[in-house]
T-cell receptor
Framework: EAQVTQNPRYLITVTGKKLTVTCSQNMNHEYMSWYRQDPGLGLRQIYYSMNVEVTDKGDVPEGYKVSRKEKRNFPLILESPSPNQTSLYFC????????????FGPGTRLTVT | EDQVTQSPEALRLQEGESSSLNCSYTVSGLRGLFWYRQDPGKGPEFLFTLYSAGEEKEKERLKATLTKKESFLHITAPKPEDSATYLCAVQWNGGYNKLIFGAGTRLAVHP
């Protein structure tokens, strides 16, 4: 089954404690992306990757890092989480052909206290 | 500034009461307009892609249409299981695969 998986699905942590949210896709997609979703603001792109070792900032990259060492994996790293990073996070992947739909993971609900 | 606006923010319908959701966009050089359905606590689920003005696509009770500046998602004779948030997103020339999302329309269909 074609899918995007994320772990963990739920996470409660404290300010400053480094964390990583993993994302993996089994569709051999070149393009992967991270979004955060906040009430009233919709989905906003954090970082994206066009292929292995190629990443770039989206609209809200501050406080986040990513890496793309393998085609299937695209982890999101919060080096020093803060309460304003409490949000619902989604990973997505697609083929590199423009106009292709993005497939989304199930989401990770993060709470930073 | 490139922007996607959805209206209404929320819509309550009785079962069988048809209606339309609107998505207006201001990007230039549209490459694709996407409709997604999102259930509470879940990731967006792809519904349709529209590429050019005049295009229409249908799936069960849903029909999406596209003009030069907006798209409509028509829901015919909705059922309670159609209750969800419907998201609109656009890709444009030069934006590669980036999507700009609207804030969504929360649809509630009551029996």
């Amino acid at each position: 089954e074609a899918q995007v998986t994320q772990n963990p699905r739920y996470l409660i942590t404290v300010t400053g404690k480094k964390l990583t949210v993993t994302c993996s896709q089994n569709m051999n997609h070149e393009y992967m992306s991270w979004y955060r979703q906040d009430p009233g603001l919709g989905l906003r792109q954090i970082y994206y990757s066009m292929n292995v070792e190629v990443t770039d900032k989206g609209d809200v990259p501050e406080g986040y890092k990513v890496s793309r060492k393998e085609k299937r994996n695209f982890p999101l790293i919060l080096e020093s989480p803060s309460p304003n990073q409490t949000s619902l996070y989604f990973c997505a992947s697609s083929s590199p052909i423009q106009g292709s739909e993005q497939y989304f993971g199930p989401g990770t609900r993060l709470t930073v206290t | 500034e490139d922007q996607v606006t959805q209206s209404p923010e929320a819509l309550r319908l009785q079962e069988g009461e048809s209606s339309s959701l609107n998505c207006s966009y201001t990007v230039s050089g549209l490459r694709g307009l996407f409709w997604y359905r999102q259930d509470p606590g879940k990731g967006p689920e792809f519904l349709f892609t529209l590429y050019s003005a005049g295009e229409e696509k249908e799936k069960e009770r849903l029909k999406a249409t596209l003009t030069k500046k907006e798209s409509f998602l028509h829901i015919t004779a909705p059922k309670p299981e159609d209750s969800a948030t419907y998201l609109c997103a656009v890709q444009w020339n030069g934006g590669y695969n980036k999507l700009i999302f609207g804030a969504g329309t929360r649809l509630a269909v009551h029996p």
